[in-house]
């Protein structure tokens, strides 16, 4: 896919902007504080429906005024044209989306339909942050590429909310939890064993061309390896009725546990990745620009698993990119994204950070944000 037009109104720092990304690499340069990043969080509510950047979306309405509104046209491989608009209210936090002038039912109906890979500074903790960053990544990736996946963990969540209130209410009722705690129990196992068996299945399809693309970024030896960890007993290969049966008993085994902490202590919701340099956890021996480097090799990887499982080229968002990075490691990564397919854009404060620069042109663009403003800058 790619988008062809973009227009910001009272999104962030941006009151009435309008860009034209090229088909290949969009570079957006300016000083820290410009919007750079505010056009990417922009795009990512055209695939997400949400900002990556933050948790409550009003937060995104230029301060003083009530809407924001994000309208792009954007290209499927195939040709396909569309019109997506986005408005969010900030007294309200009331959100619409309409695509082609008709509007969504669901917000959760537009994942997927314009698959995007974003890369950006919060995401650093996928490698060494808390397990629930990592949780998060597997989730946009695989409901991005999976309908079923993302009805799954959508419900899932909700399942997983209520059996913690039954067991919550029990704790501190200091009664046994409610009769109808073995029937969300079920419900629990069932949800939770498909998307175990989805997630094992995401990491099997990606972990040899990880390898070789951190090998290829680092320019070295390194062995990079990246892991599922879930429920004892449940091991690489089994189906989904073998994982099903797994994550039961190990619930069963920590009952009396979850009866003293209030909650669901065994599932998807608990897992986690493990990253690892030469047999060596990335989260305590890796360097800063070894982590950077896991997570660009991390990222490229997914771009190609959306692609393939989609069938639509994802638009690649890259904020910071090259920051923490050797002019050398910069060299391979810019490479690499000149080598892909489809549209990437990247932001910088300074275009020398990027190193070998393409030739500026209708298919490489470079976009100078001042102040919410954009203007192309000449060649």
């Known amino acids: 896919m790619r988008v062809r037009t973009l227009h910001l109104t009272a999104f962030r720092n941006h009151a009435d902007t309008a860009l034209q990304p090229g088909t290949g690499i969009t570079l957006l340069v300016g000083d820290n504080g410009q919007g750079k990043t505010n056009v990417l969080e922009a795009i990512s509510f055209l695939s997400l429906s949400k900002s990556f950047y933050a948790a409550n979306d009003a937060q ?16 499927h491989d195939a040709g396909r044209e569309f019109d997506v608009r986005v408005t969010v209210r900030a007294t309200s936090g009331d959100k619409a989306i309409r695509v082609n002038g008709s509007a969504l039912e669901k917000l959760s109906a537009l994942v997927g339909m314009f698959p995007a890979v974003i890369l950006s500074p919060e995401q650093g903790g996928i490698i060494a942050g808390a397990p629930a960053e990592r949780r998060k990544f597997l989730d946009v990736v695989l409901s991005q590429t999976s309908r079923s996946y993302l009805a799954d963990v959508m419900e899932y969540r909700r399942v997983l909310r209520q059996r913690n209130k039954l067991l919550l209410d029990a704790r501190l009722a200091g009664t046994p939890p409610a009769r109808e705690l073995p029937a969300w129990t079920d419900e ?41 960890i879930t429920a004892d007993g449940i091991v690489h290969g089994m189906e989904t009725a073998e994982i099903a049966g797994c994550l039961r008993e190990a619930i069963a085994r920590r009952e009396a546990e979850e009866l003293r902490r209030g909650a669901t202590l065994a599932g998807p919701h608990r897992d986690d990745l493990a990253f690892e340099i030469d047999g060596r956890a990335a989260e305590r021996y890796a360097s800063q620009g070894e982590q950077k480097t896991l997570l660009i090799a991390l ?7 959306v692609s393939v499982r989609c069938g639509e080229t994802p638009i690649l968002l890259l904020d ?7 002019r050398h490691r910069a060299a391979r990564v810019m490479h ?42 000449s060649s």
């Not at 910071?320 to 050797?326: G, I, K, M, P």
């Open 60 to 75: 995104a309405v230029m301060l003083g005024q009530d809407v924001l509104e994000i309208g792009a046209g954007i290209a």
């Open 299 to 305: 990222k490229l990887s997914e771009y190609r698993f």
């Open 188 to 228: 629990l196992v069932g949800l939770g064993s498909r998307l175990i068996h989805m997630r094992e299945r995401f990491v099997d399809g990606v972990h040899t061309e990880f390898a070789e693309t951190y090998r290829a970024l680092a320019g070295t030896r390194g062995d990079a390896a990246v892991r599922y």
């Open 336 to 377: 690499m994204l000149r080598s892909t397919a489809g549209q990437c854009i990247i932001t910088a404060t300074d275009e020398a950070l990027i190193g070998e620069a393409p030739r500026w042109n209708n298919e490489h663009r470079r976009i100078i944000v001042d102040s919410g403003t954009c203007r192309e800058a």
């Open 320 to 326: 910071d990119v090259f920051a923490e990075l050797d």
